[in-house]
């Protein structure tokens, strides 16, 4: 451990967090111990305790580092050009692009997110996951405001129930494309893009204006 003394404390939560991530994704976050994280990452259960009081303050760093990594996608989507088409296909095809580089980042980043701060009981990682993932709701919201300025969205949207409501399809929609993917192929004749590709644009219709073709 000497050589990791003059290391700041981020290295170390972050050598930590890794070791703990590989054990939750093998194991499951419920069944891996605390005894199991200090051996894999390499650190003495007392030191562990240093840079970590328990297993859920692991957890909360990792969901901060997955809404982070999420909103860098979402970001980078946006900020293309284009039309609202083109860039909610961007979006679609980043989520997609997320879930495929970071699995478990994708599966933390649909956990619930603490939004009670007016007691002083919560770790600052939840804080900050929670103002991580405003600043995500604020970039899709600018978008659809966009859309319907542009007029190829509905005029009637309602901006944040909409907003939940196609990250818990979009999210749905590539897990499922992910888990069934055997009888997507087999009973639908479809491969996992083709099935996506129509999933993804059956929504954006849900909310398209009518006017812009699709």
Not at 2 to 25: C, D, G
Not at 30 to 36: G, I, W, Y
Not at 97 to 119: G, M, V
Not at 156 to 176: E, K, V, Y
Request: proline share 2%; net charge neutral.
């Amino acid at each position: 451990m000497a050589r990791r003394k003059k290391e700041p404390a981020s290295v170390h939560r972050s050598s930590i967090a890794s070791a703990a991530q590989e054990l939750f994704r093998q194991k499951g976050i419920a069944s891996t111990s605390m005894d199991e994280i200090a051996q894999k990452s390499g650190y003495s259960k007392a030191t562990l305790y240093v840079y970590f009081k328990d297993k859920e303050e692991i957890v909360s760093f990792l969901v901060l580092e997955s809404m982070e990594k999420l909103y860098g996608h979402i970001l980078q989507a946006l900020e293309s050009d284009g039309t609202t088409k083109t860039r909610y296909d961007n979006i679609c095809q980043s989520l997609l692009k997320y879930q495929q580089t970071f699995p478990f980042y994708f599966q933390l980043a649909l956990r619930e997110i603490n939004i009670d701060f007016s007691h002083t009981d919560f770790l600052p990682e939840e804080q900050e996951a929670f103002r991580v993932g405003e600043k995500i709701n604020e970039k899709v919201k600018q978008f659809l405001q966009d859309g319907i300025a542009a007029g190829d969205l509905r005029k009637d949207i309602q901006l944040m129930p909409a907003i939940f409501s196609f990250w818990g399809m979009l999210s749905g929609l590539i897990l499922t494309a992910e888990n069934k993917k055997a009888y997507i192929a087999q009973e639908m004749k479809l491969s996992r893009e083709e099935f996506l590709t129509y999933g993804f644009d059956t929504l954006y219709r849900s909310i398209a204006s009518g006017h812009e073709k699709i």
